[in-house]
């Protein structure tokens, strides 16, 4: 799950709706967001997640606002 804070500068990330979630910030709206050992980027209707040592994640959105 994704939730845009601040703007658009600011996302929260979760694997659910009752996990913690970990926040990502962007400089700029258009930039990679980036946190603690962890960045993402979009791409369309995708989100690629890094995180130091291990490899990327790949996510598509699954719903329409």
């Known amino acids: ?3 845009f804070k601040n703007e658009g ?3 929260e ?3 659910d ?3 913690v979630p970990i926040v990502l910030t ?3 709206a258009g930039l ?3 946190g603690d050992r962890m960045s993402a980027t979009f791409a369309g209707n995708e989100i690629t997640i890094e995180k130091a040592g291990k ?3 790949l996510c598509r959105k699954a719903t329409s606002l």
């Open 26 to 28: 962007a400089p700029a």
């Open 32 to 34: 990679q967001y980036v």
């Open 1 to 3: 799950l994704v939730d």
């Open 9 to 11: 500068l600011t996302i």
């Open 13 to 15: 990330l979760r694997r």
């Open 17 to 19: 709706e009752s996990a």
């Open 55 to 57: 490899p990327p994640v």
